[in-house]
């Protein structure tokens, strides 16, 4: 029988994921799982990473017995996606920074990063920058305290605006700076009040909708809608399993990796 696609991060940023998923493809059954143990992955030794990784999302492949798995997360995904494929029987879909669409769209040529300290730092991006923009100015900002903020805004929270304008601060120095990309996908969930915070008005790029439509290529014959969809995590919570049921995961079950 066919499974669920199953959407992965550390914790509730694969959510904006699961929103473009839900617009892209409406019929298809989703699960998800997060590794809110571990949170945040962002600034976590990269072997260490590599080996949690690759056990969580095993154990989310089992207990789901997904179609296909969407790894929802930049720092994971700049990191582990090869080994994923290669350990896991069925199709992995990455998340990576949008650079490519970013410098396509950025009139200065000047576009910003906003990720995480992994993310930022990872030999991938830095491939990502050269192979699609060459002809541009690149400005990695590491951005590990709005991973917490929404966070707090999918329990219920609101989240700092204070933090929101400490992190994006750095950006008044780069007024020619025109286009931001998201490259974390707790990021998108907080597009309103980023918005609010930033220093002059940026164009914002994130990558949900381009996996959600490659997700819908490369994993065939998904599990269809209604079916029961179920949120996989490693410490459960109230507030996270409310969280989950208000994107549809009406069951949070407790994960435990080997
Ligand atoms: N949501 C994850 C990403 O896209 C990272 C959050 C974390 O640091 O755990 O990179």
Redesign the pocket.
Same mark, same amino acid.
């Given at each position: 029988m066919a499974g669920p696609v199953l959407v992965f991060?550390?914790?509730?940023?694969?959510l904006s994921v699961v929103a473009a998923l839900r617009r892209r493809l409406p019929g298809t059954a989703l699960a998800y799982a997060c590794?809110n143990a571990?949170?945040?992955?962002?600034?976590?030794e990269d072997d260490w990473l590599v080996r949690r990784i690759l056990a969580v999302c095993e154990a989310a492949v089992a207990a789901s017995a997904c179609s296909g798995l969407v790894v929802?997360?930049? &720092?994971?995904?700049?990191l582990a996606l090869e080994v994923l494929r290669a350990r896991l029987s069925v199709p992995v879909v990455g !998340?990576v920074p949008a650079i490519k669409p970013a410098a396509g769209a950025s009139r200065t040529r000047h576009i910003g990063l906003l990720? &995480?300290?992994? !993310?930022v730092a990872r030999p991938y991006t830095a491939r990502l920058i050269r192979d699609f923009a060459g002809d541009c100015r690149v400005t990695r900002l590491a951005a590990?305290p709005l991973?917490g903020e929404?966070e707090r805004l999918v329990m219920g929270q609101a989240p700092e605006v204070e933090t929101l304008r400490r992190v994006l601060a750095p950006l008044a120095e780069w007024p020619d700076l025109d286009t931001l990309v998201l490259?974390?996908?707790?990021?998108p969930l907080l597009r309103e009040p980023l918005a609010e915070a930033v220093p002059h008005p940026v164009r914002w790029v994130d990558s949900g909708d381009a996996i959600a439509r490659r997700a819908g290529q490369v994993i065939a014959s998904p599990q269809r809608r209604p079916a029961p969809e179920f949120g996989w995590v490693t410490a459960p919570t109230p507030a996270l399993a409310r969280g989950l049921a208000g994107f549809g995961f009406a069951e949070t079950r407790r994960l435990a990796p080997t």
């Open positions: 991060d550390s914790g509730v940023g694969g590794d571990m949170l945040p992955y962002g600034v976590r929802a997360c930049n &720092t994971a995904s700049t !998340t990720a &995480t300290s992994a !993310t590990d991973v929404a490259g974390c996908t707790h990021f």
